[in-house]
């Protein structure tokens, strides 16, 4: 089975210009997630989708970020303009359904903001 | 409040011992809780799950919930040198679904 596919693994922008990851998460998964991770800190949830609704974006700073779950399969996350605070891991990661069953993690996307 | 918390550490055993994580979380009518273990500069990989208080075990892990005191733990008995990562406490919130983690225990196991 394959796992949560994330791309790019790496990128690095200037600040103020626009970046955007892609998530495909696994077969038949039906919740995806959102992650920022910053160095040394744990991952905290930007987005959570179930199918293609939004479940939770309460810690997504909307005036930024934006994501997108088309036809409830993959996913992608935009930041526009990004900040030199932005520079972290983003990290997707699907379940079956969300209640009750367990995350698995892409490897993530290093976004360095300079 | 955060809704998961952790203690930072680091917390160092020499190998062979327990080591013992703990967790607690806000949100009293929680369902679900995780143990990730990440190591560093990859992505969290999930160790056990448990729904119901009372301990699970698997191998050399054992998570422990008291749904009463909000308090979830992870034993890791015979601790290697190669068990030495971040473990992620996460919880699913009974009213939103959100899976939400805490910040993260680093453990150091001595050789």
């Known amino acids: 089975e394959a796992g949560v596919a994330q791309s790019p693994r790496y990128k690095i922008i200037e600040k103020r210009q626009s970046v955007a990851f892609w998530c495909n998460p696994i077969?038949?998964?039906?919740?995806l997630y959102w992650y920022q991770q910053i160095l040394g800190q744990g991952p905290k949830l930007l987005i959570q989708?179930?199918?293609?609704?939004?479940?939770?974006d309460s810690q997504l700073p909307k005036d930024r970020f934006s994501a997108e779950r088309l036809k409830g399969v993959d996913s992608t996350l935009k930041i526009q303009p990004a900040k030199l605070e932005d520079s972290a891991v983003y990290l997707c990661?699907?379940?079956?359904?969300?209640?009750?069953?367990?995350?698995?993690f892409g490897q993530g996307t290093r976004l360095t903001v300079v | 409040q955060k809704e998961v918390e952790q203690n930072s550490g680091p917390l160092s055993v020499p190998e062979g011992a327990i080591a013992s994580l703990n967790c607690t979380y806000s949100?009293?009518?929680?369902?679900?809780f995780f143990w990730y273990r990440q190591y560093s500069g990859k992505s969290p990989e999930l160790i056990m799950f448990?729904?119901?208080?009372g301990d699970k075990e698997d191998g050399r892990f054992t998570a422990q919930l008291n749904k009463a005191s909000q308090y979830v733990s992870l034993l890791i008995r015979d601790s290697q040198p190669s068990d030495s990562a971040t473990y992620l406490c996460?919880?699913?919130?009974?009213?939103?679904?959100?899976?939400?983690f805490g910040s993260g225990t680093r453990l150091l196991v001595r050789p």
């Open positions: 990661a699907s379940s079956l359904a969300g209640w009750g069953t367990e995350a698995f």
């Open positions: 949100d009293r009518g929680s369902q679900s």
């Open positions: 996460a919880v699913i919130g009974d009213s939103s679904y959100k899976l939400i």
């Open positions: 989708f179930q199918n293609n609704g939004v479940v939770d």
């Open positions: 077969s038949g998964h039906a919740t």
């Open positions: 448990i729904y119901s208080n």
